[in-house]
């Protein structure tokens, strides 16, 4: 009995060589593959590796580009571990038509600048040229920023006070666009009951009065109160806090009806 068991441990001892051997290997793997690894982060840190290499701006409709990426000023020399976010911003932001810039790092040597602009509410009429006034009230007179032909946001008129601008362009960034895109002009036409009054002359021929405070909510009815409306008569669509439409032609009615 006891000689059956020596026989059995002695064939096992081959075994068990062989099982030291491969666990030996593999740490000497282990041990060479980190040794290895750590000197390649070692020199990616130490070395031009690390650097940004590539700066992608995304999200830009009216800034230009190469703008951007020279304000961020990240190449050549600076490592993808010392990105200075806050500084980036700052710098970028300094565009008013800016809004926000987030910074993303794409591995190795990428970094993406995702950035969100204020939107172009409407355009200011100065001397035959057109600038954009930005969500934030701010107008940009810059030679480059002029525009010869607005399409995609009404013309203002008449408003000289930046506080009464400031207040409707705040109001106009709440306006969905594809109503905001129904306006063609917006007059400032004070009167001493409302200081704030405007008209705003339509794409579809509607003439309309609203006032500036609380105009996105006024004006928002207007496509479902325009529908009920006969296009071939003229007159003004007053959208106010009760909506209703004034012809114009209903003293000329009465005139001729007394003249009869």
Same mark, same amino acid.
């Given at each position: ?57 995304? !999200? ?32 970028? /932001?300094?565009?008013?038509?800016? /809004?926000? %810039? ?45 525009? /010869? ?27 969905? %666009? ?47 109160? %325009? ?7 003229? !007159? ?25």
């Amino acid at each position: 009995m006891s000689n059956r068991k020596v026989v059995e441990i002695d064939e096992r001892i081959p075994t068990l060589k062989e099982r030291r051997r491969q666990r030996t290997n593999r740490r000497v793997i282990v041990y060479v593959s980190s040794f290895f690894i750590l000197m390649t982060i070692v020199m990616y840190f130490q070395t031009s590796f690390s650097h940004v290499k590539k700066v992608e701006v995304t !999200g830009n409709q009216y800034v230009d580009t190469e703008w951007i990426i020279q304000k961020a000023a990240l190449i050549p020399d600076v490592s993808m571990w010392r990105i200075q976010e806050e500084k980036i911003k700052e710098n970028i /932001s300094e565009n008013p038509e800016i /809004s926000s %810039v987030s910074i993303m790092r794409k591995w190795p040597n990428t970094v993406l600048l995702e950035v969100d602009e204020y939107e172009r509410v409407a355009y200011i009429s100065e001397s035959s040229s057109f600038y954009p006034l930005l969500e934030t009230g701010v107008v940009l007179t810059s030679t480059n920023k002029e525009v /010869s032909s607005p399409f995609d946001a009404p013309i203002l008129s008449s408003f000289y006070g930046e506080e009464e601008r400031t207040q409707l362009a705040n109001e106009l960034a709440i306006v969905p %666009v594809s109503l905001r895109q129904l306006i063609s002009e917006i007059h400032h036409s004070p009167v001493e009951s409302d200081p704030l009054r405007i008209f705003l002359y339509m794409n579809d021929g509607f003439v309309v009065s609203s006032t500036i405070r609380r105009f996105s909510e006024r004006i928002t009815p207007y496509p479902s109160v %325009v529908t009920q409306l006969d296009p071939e008569v003229e !007159g003004i669509v007053h959208m106010r806090m009760n909506p209703y439409f004034e012809r114009f032609d209903i003293e000329e009615e009465e005139e001729g009806e007394s003249e009869g």
